[in-house]
C-alpha cells in the first residue's frame, strides 16, 4: 500500500470563455479534472501534493494554462507537451444560473494523452489516489481507451485508489452503447463512484438515484455518492443505501463546477479521514457556495476561509 499524501487527477483541461457584462467574455482555464483538482488543492493541507496529469500544445496558451496551474499549488511535472497541438476551449451560455457548453477540442493535446504509454504509467505511479472521469476517456480512441485501462490496474495493483466521475457528455460518445460499455467497464476499476442522476437516467434509465447506486455497487465498488442537483444525495458503502438532504439553497448564479467542487471536497474530507456522512456535509456546503461564484474555479483563497472549511480539520 502507498503512503506518501498525494492526489491526482487525469483528464483534459481547457481555456474557458464565461459571459461577463453585455457581450463580453471572461477567459479562464477550467475542464472537469482540473477544476476537482482545484478543490482537492484548497481543501487539503500544504504537505498533500496535488498534481495533474495531462497533455497539452506547444502553443502560447498551453503554456499560461501550465503557469496558471502551477501557480496555484497544483504540481505539473506530469503534464506533456505534444507538438503542433493546442489546447481545447469550451464557451458557457447562462439562463437563469444553468450552463450550457459550445465546444472547440477538435486539435486538443489532451486527445494524445496515452500516446505514450510508458510516460503516463510513470506519471500516476507518483500517487496514492487518482481521479478521472468519463470525460477523460470520452476522448481518447477506443484503443488508447483499452491501454489506459491497462495502465490503471497496474496502478491498482500497486496500492493505489481510484476515484471515478461518470460525467457522460453525449457529444463526446460515438453512441451510448459504447459509452455505456466504456464507463462501467472504468467504473468498476474504482473505489469511489460519483455520478450525477441527470447524466445516469440519461444513459442508463434508472429510474431514481437508488437505482444508480444499486447499479454501481453491484460492479463491487465500495462508495457510490449519486449527485442530484439541488435534491438529497443519495450514497452507500457496502449493501447500505441512505439519503442526505440539501437545504433550500438561493437561485444559482452559475452553476459551472458545481459538481467537480462537491468532488474534491469529497475526496478530500475522505482522504483526511472523515466519515462519509461529514464528506457528504462538507461537499454539499462548498458546492452551494460554488454556484454563486462566476466560472467553474471560487478562488482558493475564498474556499480556505468560507464558514464550512472548519469543519475539514
Same mark, same amino acid.
Given at each position: 500500500?502507498?503512503?506518501? +499524501?498525494?492526489?491526482?487527477?487525469?483528464?483534459?483541461?481547457?481555456?474557458?470563455?464565461?459571459?461577463?457584462?453585455?457581450?463580453?467574455?471572461?477567459?479562464?482555464?477550467?475542464?472537469?479534472?482540473? +477544476?476537482?483538482? $482545484?478543490?482537492?488543492?484548497?481543501?487539503?493541507?500544504?504537505? $498533500?501534493?496535488?498534481?495533474?496529469?495531462?497533455?497539452?500544445?506547444?502553443?502560447?496558451?498551453?503554456?499560461?494554462?501550465?503557469?496558471?496551474?502551477?501557480?496555484?499549488?497544483?504540481?505539473?511535472?506530469?503534464?506533456?507537451?505534444? *507538438?503542433? %497541438?493546442?489546447?481545447?476551449?469550451?464557451?458557457?451560455?447562462?439562463?437563469?444560473?444553468?450552463?450550457?457548453? &459550445?465546444?472547440?477540442?477538435? #486539435?486538443?493535446?489532451?486527445?494524445?494523452?496515452?500516446?505514450?504509454?510508458? $510516460?503516463? =504509467?510513470?506519471?500516476? =505511479?507518483?500517487?496514492?489516489?487518482?481521479?478521472?472521469?468519463?470525460?477523460?476517456?470520452?476522448?481518447?480512441?477506443?484503443?488508447?481507451?483499452?491501454?489506459?485501462?491497462?495502465?490503471?490496474?497496474?496502478?491498482?495493483?500497486?496500492?493505489?485508489?481510484? &476515484?471515478?466521475?461518470?460525467?457522460?457528455?453525449?457529444?463526446? $460518445?460515438?453512441?451510448?452503447? /459504447?459509452?455505456?460499455?466504456?464507463?462501467? %467497464?472504468?467504473?468498476?476499476? *474504482? /473505489?469511489?463512484?460519483?455520478?450525477?442522476?441527470?447524466?445516469?437516467?440519461?444513459?442508463?434509465?434508472?429510474? *431514481?438515484?437508488?437505482?444508480?447506486?444499486?447499479?454501481?455497487?453491484?460492479?463491487?465498488?465500495?462508495?457510490?455518492?449519486?449527485? +442530484? &442537483?439541488?435534491?438529497?444525495?443519495?450514497?452507500?458503502?457496502?449493501?447500505?443505501?441512505?439519503?442526505?438532504?440539501?437545504?433550500?439553497?438561493?437561485?444559482?448564479?452559475?452553476?459551472?463546477?458545481?459538481?467537480?467542487?462537491? +468532488?474534491?471536497?469529497?475526496?478530500? #474530507?475522505?482522504?483526511?479521514?472523515?466519515?462519509?456522512?461529514?464528506?457528504?456535509?462538507?461537499?454539499?456546503?462548498? #458546492?452551494?457556495?460554488?454556484?454563486?461564484?462566476?466560472?467553474?474555479?471560487?478562488?482558493? *483563497?475564498?474556499?480556505?476561509?468560507?464558514?464550512?472549511?472548519? &469543519?475539514?480539520?
Amino acid at each position: 500500500m502507498k503512503t506518501s +499524501n498525494s492526489f491526482l487527477t487525469l483528464g483534459e483541461t481547457m481555456v474557458e470563455l464565461a459571459p461577463v457584462e453585455g457581450s463580453l467574455y471572461k477567459r479562464g482555464f477550467a475542464g472537469d479534472t482540473l +477544476n476537482t483538482a $482545484w478543490y482537492l488543492r484548497a481543501c487539503l493541507p500544504g504537505d $498533500w501534493t496535488v498534481g495533474y496529469v495531462t497533455a497539452l500544445g506547444d502553443d502560447p496558451l498551453s503554456s499560461e494554462m501550465t503557469a496558471f496551474i502551477q501557480d496555484h499549488g497544483i504540481d505539473t511535472t506530469s503534464i506533456r507537451y505534444v *507538438s503542433g %497541438k493546442a489546447c481545447g476551449l469550451y464557451l458557457i451560455a447562462l439562463q437563469e444560473g444553468e450552463r450550457s457548453f &459550445s465546444y472547440w477540442r477538435d #486539435s486538443s493535446a489532451a486527445r494524445q494523452l496515452v500516446d505514450d504509454p510508458d $510516460w503516463l =504509467k510513470a506519471a500516476i =505511479k507518483k500517487a496514492d489516489n487518482l481521479f478521472l472521469s468519463g470525460i477523460s476517456i470520452a476522448i481518447l480512441s477506443p484503443q488508447d481507451r483499452g491501454t489506459l485501462m491497462g495502465i490503471l490496474q497496474d496502478f491498482l495493483s500497486q496500492g493505489g485508489e481510484i &476515484s471515478f466521475d461518470p460525467n457522460f457528455r453525449p457529444k463526446l $460518445w460515438e453512441n451510448k452503447k /459504447t459509452s455505456r460499455e466504456w464507463l462501467e %467497464k472504468f467504473a468498476g476499476l *474504482s /473505489t469511489t463512484v460519483l455520478p450525477s442522476f441527470d447524466d445516469e437516467r440519461d444513459l442508463f434509465g434508472d429510474a *431514481s438515484p437508488a437505482d444508480t447506486c444499486i447499479r454501481y455497487r453491484d460492479l463491487g465498488i465500495r462508495e457510490v455518492v449519486v449527485k +442530484n &442537483s439541488s435534491q438529497p444525495v443519495t450514497y452507500c458503502r457496502s449493501d447500505n443505501i441512505h439519503v442526505m438532504p440539501i437545504s433550500d439553497v438561493a437561485r444559482p448564479k452559475d452553476s459551472t463546477g458545481a459538481g467537480d467542487s462537491f +468532488n474534491g471536497a469529497y475526496l478530500a #474530507s475522505v482522504a483526511l479521514g472523515h466519515s462519509q456522512e461529514q464528506a457528504i456535509k462538507n461537499a454539499i456546503s462548498l #458546492s452551494a457556495q460554488v454556484i454563486n461564484t462566476e466560472g467553474a474555479l471560487m478562488p482558493m *483563497s475564498e474556499v480556505r476561509t468560507s464558514s464550512w472549511s472548519g &469543519s475539514l480539520v
